[in-house]
């Protein structure tokens, strides 16, 4: 059989050492820093035991934006926000049945640093009227990402912490020792509602300090000692 159409190409991110990652689906939690979850108007769980469940969404697999490139104000927004995340890549398909912690580590091959970029304004609204807010979230453009750097080469990341500058101020910075679901927590839950493959990206959340971004804007992410990205917003 012949395909009706060009089969569209598999979005990659570049892997430090010379590899690509192929990109299957792109998992995004929200509402993962006490410290955002109160920025947002949303009540921060007192602790681990009242944390309920985590809020999941997806972007785009072609959401992806690599090499540092430029990022083109989107379309439908008076109010792009950045949102600075750990990102983990996973190297396997999840086995059957409820996840150990360590088999939810064990799938992680690869880590970086990504921006959630938001359409605010069309989140905002959708959340006041109770509806779904997927035309805030899942745009194209909306998932820049750095490099990928293998596990063995990251280390353990629980120490580290993200930040953004944007025209050189600081604008996020945040501990991952503050999430309120770490990298296996989220594996585990994901995995009771979908079935986590190789190729899949998950953006972890991030801490507080969402502002706008405005066309001209160059901005950097880092995971300490890890990765970073760069990049411009463009008009
Ligand atoms: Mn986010």
Avoid at 71 to 96: C, F, M, N, S
Avoid at 113 to 139: H, I, M, N, S
Wanted: proline share 9%; charged share 20%; with cysteine.
């Amino acid at each position: 059989m012949t395909d009706i159409i060009p089969a569209p190409p598999i979005p990659r991110v570049p892997v430090r050492g010379g590899a690509t990652f192929p990109v299957r689906r792109i998992f995004c939690v929200g509402r993962n820093f006490a410290d955002h979850a109160r920025e947002m108007g949303a009540t921060a769980p007192a602790s681990k035991a009242e944390r309920g469940t985590p809020v999941f969404f997806h972007k785009p697999a072609d959401a992806i934006v690599t090499g540092d490139a430029d990022v083109p104000y989107p379309p439908g927004t008076r109010d792009l926000h950045h949102e600075v995340e750990l990102v983990v890549a996973l190297g396997q398909d999840a086995p059957k049945g409820p996840l150990s912690r360590e088999q939810a580590q064990a799938l992680v091959i690869a880590c970086g640093v990504g921006l959630d970029l938001t359409r605010r304004d069309l989140q905002g609204a959708a959340k006041a009227k109770g509806l779904p807010w997927d035309t805030g979230k899942g745009f194209d453009y909306s998932a820049p990402v750095s490099e990928l750097v293998p596990v063995a080469e990251a280390g353990v990341l629980e120490d580290r912490t993200l930040t953004l500058q944007v025209n050189g101020q600081t604008r996020q910075h945040g501990a991952l020792t503050d999430l309120i679901w770490d990298v296996p927590d989220i594996l585990q839950e994901l995995s009771m509602l979908y079935a986590l493959k190789a190729g899949d990206l998950v953006f972890m959340g991030t801490p507080a300090g969402v502002a706008a971004l405005v066309p001209g804007d160059t901005f950097v992410a880092t995971l300490d000692g890890v990765a970073e990205l760069r990049g411009r917003i463009t008009g």
